[in-house]
């Protein structure tokens, strides 16, 4: 088993090699998940209530 020093020093070498995205990038990343999370929760909310609307007309029946 390698030393934690050994260990850290290996973490620290990978860590340089990131790409970390820059701000147009994170902003850009950021709106199109904010998006897609908005237009997944209009569906969801969308297709409850028409199951619901359907439940009940099926059950006034």
Known sequence: ???????LGNVHK??????WPKK??????SVAVLSCILVLSAFFVLSDL????????????
């Open 50 to 61: 028409v199951i619901a609307f359907a439940k009940t007309i099926l059950e006034a029946l």
């Open 14 to 19: 990978e860590m340089k090699k990131v790409r």
């Open 24 to 29: 147009k990038e994170m902003l850009k990343y």
């Open 1 to 7: 088993m390698a030393s934690p020093k050994k260990f």
